[in-house]
């Protein structure tokens, strides 16, 4: 309980210090009054209850909460998978929740890289493969598909593993690889859904090294949802959600 | 990497089920391909059958015969039909081998002086001709029956009879060679002065045909007109027809077991259907959180189903592809060649047609794209969310 009270303490205080380091910059994910609610059997459930949200141009953003909170819920409303109930949800300066069908999928394609928990690379396909996948969306063509990919591998530190299946990498390779691919086609937003859930603590850390550098280096804004402290350490704001609403 | 290139990989996630999957299309294929040939085959005789040619029966049925003078009002000994350039009857006799009485194969009694003006597609030695000619006993015999029961020309032979029932002897004085495949080659031609002298009284000068070929084919339904106008004030009045129509009407008896065996390839198709349809489908269920990513990195519904189509097609023509690679083989040089020297009446030329090729390749590509259609559809209407969270 008392490490429950810390660790919201150290929420709000990061949260202060990201606003005062990021003041200048406008808010690249605006969430006004979102809800999202499922019915089970005829019971409403509302996941998120009117939440409120600005999230900075820039910044490395983590999300925790107790499992049903609605970090993830609001992830995958953010990453435009999923629509809010009511209000409204501007990301990048699109209106997704607005969106149709098509064209949300062709704005994720250009706006969000996602990296997931289980890594989920395409398992007949070489790293530089499952890299250049987000690309086959592109009007670019083969060889620079290819070369762009390379780059991305790179960046992650594997290109020598580039020819290598899934199960031909450690986990801690395979996250490296889902980054590449997260980043391949540029976007200004990483989401990352317990990035390090599957990983030994080392692979965590290298991983979580690259998402600092892709946020400073980069430039990348990342909302990275977590349940390990240690990971959301390593964020500039640490925000926490607990039924619907942030505290 | 390309979309079709993504498509096609995906084979690769089971690649024992894809193996098995191939080998089930391909024995299917190798089925149909045997079926289809054998029908093919089959009717061979009658798609390579003469234009020019006519036959000229009973007017009731073939089985009954006509008189001999008629064929008098063919050669000129009694008349000529104009457009009729030369003529020569038979009967059929139905012989048996003594031993093997299974193993069929037509047996005729010919007009020795005519028969080999009307089919020139059989070719004799010349020699062998005119040994024939002169024995009356001799026999000439296709080339692949000469080879089905060992048989060479200066052999002695007995079948026996059963329209003209006895033993009756032979002496093989030729074989013939087919140069057209309307040719059966496993034939069995005799003297029809032999048969009728040796028959009593009461059955002697009846004649089972007439063929005639025509100076033009494309006068032939005019000339089979003035044939049977000729007859029509006779006691047995006559009916004339293409060679083609004559060999259908022959085939008749046996068009049930044809129309089962067509649909029996058919169902072989459907089961091929099901097993990919089912494969396909189980692929599909597995892959549901992978597609689940797809969605999430932008592909869109149209992409995943394509997908999903492309790799049934992909199986679809790899099984196909390999259930003609192994058709060839068995089908055609294999059995074809044991069928075609050892049951030649039947299947005189047993080798596979391209358009059954062609067949047997489109439906297994055709059949595996609608096999993949339903997974294909209810993959498309996958929603993003619930397919990311299902494992497995």
């Known amino acids: 309980m008392s490490e429950e009270a810390t660790s919201a303490e150290t929420s709000k205080a990061s949260a202060k210090a990201s606003d005062t380091t990021t003041a200048k910059r406008s808010p690249i994910i605006v969430c006004r009054k979102i809800v999202r609610s499922f019915w089970r059997a005829k019971e409403r459930l509302d996941v998120l209850d009117e939440l409120d949200l600005e999230i900075a141009e820039g910044s490395f953003e983590a999300l925790m909460g107790p499992s049903g909170s609605g970090k993830t819920t609001l992830l995958n409303l953010i990453a435009g998978l999923d629509r809010p109930t009511s209000g409204t949800l501007t990301v990048a300066g699109t209106e997704v929740s607005a969106m149709g069908d098509a064209a949300l999928a062709r704005w994720r394609s250009q706006t969000i890289g996602f990296v997931f928990q289980h890594f989920n690379l395409i398992p007949v396909l070489t790293a530089l493969e499952n890299v250049e996948l987000p690309l086959l969306l592109t009007s670019l063509g083969s060889s620079e598909r290819k070369k762009r990919a390379q780059i991305a591998l790179r960046v992650v530190g594997l290109e020598d593993r580039m020819h290598h299946r899934p199960q031909q990498l450690s986990g801690g390779q395979e996250q490296r690889v889902g980054i590449a691919r997260a980043i391949v086609h540029d976007p200004k937003i990483i989401v990352a859904d317990e990035p390090t859930g599957e990983l030994d603590r080392k692979s965590a850390d290298e991983v979580l090294h690259l998402l600092e550098r892709l946020n400073k280096e980069f430039d990348k804004t990342i909302l990275m949802v977590t349940h390990d402290p240690a990971a959301a350490e390593r964020a500039t704001v640490l925000r926490k959600l607990d039924k619907g609403k942030l505290l | ?392």
Do not use: C
């Open chain 2, 1 to 392: 990497m390309t979309l079709s290139g993504l498509s096609i990989k995906n084979i690769g996630h089971n690649w024992l089920r894809t193996i098995l999957t191939v080998v089930g299309t391909a024995i299917a294929i190798l089925s149909f391909v045997l079926i289809r040939t054998t029908l093919s085959a089959w009717e061979a005789g009658v798609d390579n059958a003469a234009q020019d040619r006519l036959s000229t029966i009973h007017r009731v049925t073939f089985v009954m015969p006509l008189p001999k003078r008629y064929f008098d009002e063919f050669n000129g000994a009694r008349g000529r039909i104009p457009g009729v350039k030369a003529s020569t009857f038979m009967n059929w006799v139905g012989h048996k081998h003594p031993t093997r009485e299974t193993e069929f194969f037509a047996t005729m009694a010919v007009d020795s002086g005519t028969y080999f003006d009307v089919y020139p597609e059989m070719s004799v030695p010349p020699d062998q001709l005119a040994n024939w000619k002169e024995n009356r006993q001799g026999a000439i015999i296709g080339e692949a029956l000469a080879n089905q029961f060992g048989w060479k020309v200066g052999d002695d032979v007995t079948l026996t009879g059963t329209i003209y029932p006895g033993d009756w002897k032979y002496k093989i004085e030729g074989v013939y060679e087919a140069t057209k495949k309307s040719v059966d080659r496993a034939q069995f031609l005799t003297h029809w002065d032999y048969l009728n002298d040796s028959l009593p009284e009461g059955r002697r000068d009846m004649i089972g045909w007439v063929a005639s070929t025509v100076d033009d084919a494309s006068r032939a339904a005019d000339i089979s007109a003035a044939i049977d106008a000729k007859f029509d004030d006779q006691d047995i009045q006559t009916r004339t027809m293409s060679e083609k129509a004559m060999t259908m009407e022959f085939l008749g008896g046996a068009s049930a077991i044809l129309s089962a065996l067509d649909i029996v390839s058919l169902v072989i198709l459907g089961i091929m259907m099901l097993i990919l349809g089912n494969t396909i489908a189980m692929g599909v269920r597995e892959r549901t959180h992978e597609y689940g990513v797809l969605l999430a990195l932008g592909f869109r519904p149209k992409h995943i189903a394509t997908f999903i189509l492309g790799e049934g097609l992909f199986i679809g023509l790899l099984g196909g592809a390999l259930g003609l690679l192994i058709s060839y083989p068995i089908v055609e040089q294999g059995l074809g060649r044991w069928l075609e020297e050892n049951m030649g009446a039947y299947f005189p030329y047993f080798s596979i047609p391209t358009s059954v090729s062609a067949l047997a390749l489109g439906m297994a590509v055709a059949l595996a794209g609608l096999a993949a259609l339903v997974p294909a559809y209810s993959a498309s209407k996958l929603d993003v969310i619930t397919a990311l969270r299902r494992i497995g």
